[in-house]
């Protein structure tokens, strides 16, 4: 499923909680994965293309109620634990009271302003020759080339498609591969993937690699992740109530 450029005029605060999704805007492009949510500030046009399946929470703010400062002002991942996913379900029904959803909503904020930086969200580099090698790792996670390798082929120094990736993404080139091939993990734990078959087929020469670059990255072990996912009740989008928050 595919959306093509659109705009809100409110925030959008969209949480994946299966499957994942890719969103590109002119400030950058990020694959979201179970358990991130991104922001999305008012009047930035954006598209979005989504895997199968895939479930997604989408709450929108009006931006005089939304958080204030620099952070909320572009695009960016965070962190959906336990509590922020209660309050982003919470404000999802349409039987709060006015007072109920304002209240709910502070707390959301609140909430928000202490989210982390989420690491199951992957930026996406629009380097043309970085953005190669990104589209071949996430078709192939396992693909255990290096940076050199990778510049010999394209025809560039190391170092030129090194600052690529480090300019674009924010992350080294072995920083982002190791995101990649995380993000390319959890769809399939939610799946019921075994540990030990999933960690070859997406580049981990062992498990116990497998497991301590995902707990670095998500937070949790990726049994955990899968028993969180497999629990997570059908998602739905939610446009703005007739009641500003």
Do not use: C
Request: aromatic residues 6%; charged residues 20%.
């Amino acid at each position: 499923m595919s959306f093509p450029d659109h705009r809100h005029d409110e925030h959008q605060l969209m949480w994946a909680t299966r499957g994942s999704a890719m969103i590109s805007s002119a400030l950058g492009a990020w694959m979201i994965a179970p358990g991130a949510a991104i922001w999305m500030p008012a009047d930035v046009t954006h598209t979005m293309s989504m895997t199968a399946p895939a479930e997604f929470h989408s709450l929108y703010l009006y931006p005089e109620v939304g958080p204030i400062g620099h952070r909320w002002t572009r695009s960016h991942s965070l962190l959906v634990d336990d509590v922020l996913a209660a309050m982003i379900r919470r404000l999802e029904s349409r039987e709060l009271t006015d007072s109920q959803r304002g209240r709910t909503t502070a707390v959301l904020l609140d909430l928000l302003e202490e989210s982390p930086v989420s690491g199951a969200t992957l930026p996406l580099p629009r380097d043309n020759r970085a953005a190669i090698v990104a589209a071949a790792l996430l078709e192939d996670p396992s693909d255990r080339r290096e940076l050199r390798d990778w510049a010999d082929e394209l025809g560039v120094s190391t170092k030129t498609l090194a600052r690529a990736f480090q300019s674009e993404t924010a992350l080294t080139f072995s920083a982002w591969r190791s995101r990649a091939r995380i993000s390319a993990s959890l769809a399939p734990l939610g799946a019921g993937a075994q540990v030990d078959q999933l960690a070859g087929d997406v580049g981990y020469q062992t498990s116990s690699s497998f497991i301590v670059a995902f707990r670095a990255q998500i937070g949790i072990s990726p049994g955990a992740y899968a028993r969180r996912a497999s629990s997570n009740p059908t998602t739905s989008s939610v446009d703005p109530p007739d009641q500003r928050l």
